[in-house]
């Protein structure tokens, strides 16, 4: 091994040891924060939307796009429990994605065989168009399924993906290099997009499959999408589309 070899195998165990060591400690740091609590409830949303809307009624395929967005929540979850605000952010884009992509694709399988080959990408500009113009959706404001809301963060959650806002960078200058931070407004930022996102895409799904969620259907899923739909919005829920989401 050459001295350079040595050189650059020493700093990678210093590297490997310090960023293992600071993670451990931004968990501890960020651990008290009622953020985390609060988007695990939120994710929980998802997983009971897996069991009782998509799996059984979603073709296979189709489900994984669903899975891979749960999947998605959760790896910005730990992100953010270690302060590692952007990639959290950049994986709620994705959620956003993979919800979409798991709707259209369960409602078109001739293009999900072309996806399957290469040959067929949605990009999300083509998806929110379709969704607006949805039968089962263009009938109720965008504010209700959830669609505005979708429109407006997948827009704010690009720019933490391609960094075109200094407010998304984890760096604060040209001099250091930052992977973690335990900055309480970073952790509130992370924890409204989360939210909004989540509520979203719930609101979408309800909207969508509506005749199952109406009276005394569903009740476990309908008492576990209080914790991320907020109160206006299980007001018009249950105004608009006869859907009664209660505290559990």
Known sequence: ?????????????????DWISQAAANQVALASSKFYRDSYRRIACL???KADLV?????????AFFLEAQNDALVSH??????????????????????????F???HPVELLLWKSGRHKMTFTDLHKYFVAHPALSSYPGTLTGLVEIKNEYATLSKAVHASAANFRMTDGAAAILLWSTDASRASMWSTRERKVIQALCLLMCCLNKERLQGTKLTGLRQILYFSIGTQKRAELKKSLKISIQKP
Not at 78 to 103: D, F, T, Y
């Open 1 to 17: 091994m050459s001295d350079l070899e040595k050189e650059l195998e020493a700093n990678y165990q210093t590297f490997r040891a």
């Open 47 to 49: 997983q009971a939307m």
């Open 55 to 63: 799996s059984g009624n979603f073709s296979p395929e189709s489900a």
């Open 78 to 103: 730990v992100s953010a429990s270690s302060g590692a605000w952007r990639p959290a952010l950049q994986s709620l884009r994705s959620c956003i994605e993979n919800v979409l992509n798991s709707i």
């Open 105 to 107: 694709y369960n409602e």
